[in-house]
């Protein structure tokens, strides 16, 4: 499935091994243009300067969650189709069905692997 | 006329020996009390234990994430290493680095291990309190953990589940069609 690997790719995670792990993964995968924020205020900030082919959130985030920014991100205007994967230790099906109510394009569960978050990207940005 | 004239003289002699033996058993109730409260070792638990506690699981948290990036910084450099004759004792070199990085998983053990005694230790002691003095939980809540419980509930913030308790990628990915 063909990838776009030139696009930018939003990290948000305020743990900064698991950013570090993740964009070593999009590394890997042949992703360059890879940015973090450490939380959904600051994921927000950058959104709004800049456009991303894909979102990547953790969930659990002090001061804004990941489930904040999504729903922040679904009820903007210029932000609502930005592609966003949550990848989060938040497994209980009512994270899971709420994030897909809000919006949300795929769901990972940590600890997850290289191949599982490939193929989610493949099914979520794949022309 | 007062009551206390017109009761007849062996109640009134009865009153009193019945408010001593009220007052006798609120006197050991309260030495009782004070015992199970020195029990509790309070002053040990917190000038001793929970910091002792906050600073062992504080050296947990830097142990691993010293090792986390110890080991990471070892894999980065050999995914960047050119090939050529000397890769292998440079992938070598690299694969100690991180043989030596997970030590570190025996020292967090010890150090958590006396962490979950000493809440072992706690709960006991708590426990026996509780039964000692037939606790039972009012109804308030302090109002910071109040905003706490409720923003956790409002953002669906769990946390980690136990084991048994993860549904797998399947489950998650059936759960999108």
């Not at chain 1, 999504?70 to 099906?93: G, Q, Y």
Request: aromatic content about 4%; some cysteine.
């Amino acid at each position: 499935m063909a990838l776009d690997l030139s696009m930018p790719i939003l990290v948000v995670d305020d743990y900064q091994t698991m950013v570090r792990i993740i964009r070593n993964l999009l590394k890997q995968l042949g992703f360059e243009e890879v940015d973090d924020a450490s939380d959904g205020t600051e994921a927000l900030a950058r959104l709004k300067d800049r456009k991303y082919g894909l979102v990547i959130s953790d969930w659990n985030m002090e001061p804004m969650t990941g489930y904040e920014l999504l729903r922040h991100v679904r009820a903007d205007e210029n932000l609502r189709t930005t592609p966003f994967i949550m990848v989060t230790a938040e497994s209980k099906t009512e994270n899971v069905i709420a994030a897909k109510k809000a919006g949300v394009n795929n769901y990972i569960v940590k600890p997850f692997n290289a191949a599982t978050l490939k193929s989610k990207i493949e099914a979520v940005c794949g022309s | 006329m007062s009551l206390a004239v017109a009761r007849p003289a062996e109640s009134r002699l009865r009153e009193p020996q019945a408010v001593i033996a009220e007052l006798s058993e609120i006197a050991d109730y309260i030495a009782h009390l004070r015992e199970e409260i020195g029990a509790l070792r309070a002053n040990e638990m917190s000038q001793d234990r929970i910091p002792m506690a906050h600073e062992e699981l504080g050296s947990v948290v830097a142990a691993t994430a010293g090792a986390t990036n110890t080991i990471m910084e070892a894999a980065e450099a050999m995914l960047g290493l050119p090939d050529g004759p000397g890769y292998r004792d440079a992938v070598e070199e690299r694969i100690n680095t991180i043989f030596e990085a997970c030590a570190f998983q025996d020292i967090t053990g010890q150090r958590i291990a006396k962490v979950v005694e000493s809440l072992r230790l706690f709960e006991q002691r708590l426990a026996r309190f509780v039964g000692a003095v037939k606790a039972r939980d009012t109804a308030s809540m302090d109002p910071t953990e109040r905003a706490r419980r409720a923003r956790a509930e409002d953002l669906m913030l769990h946390g980690p589940q136990a084991d048994q308790q993860v549904p797998s990628q399947d489950d998650i990915d059936a759960l999108f069609g």
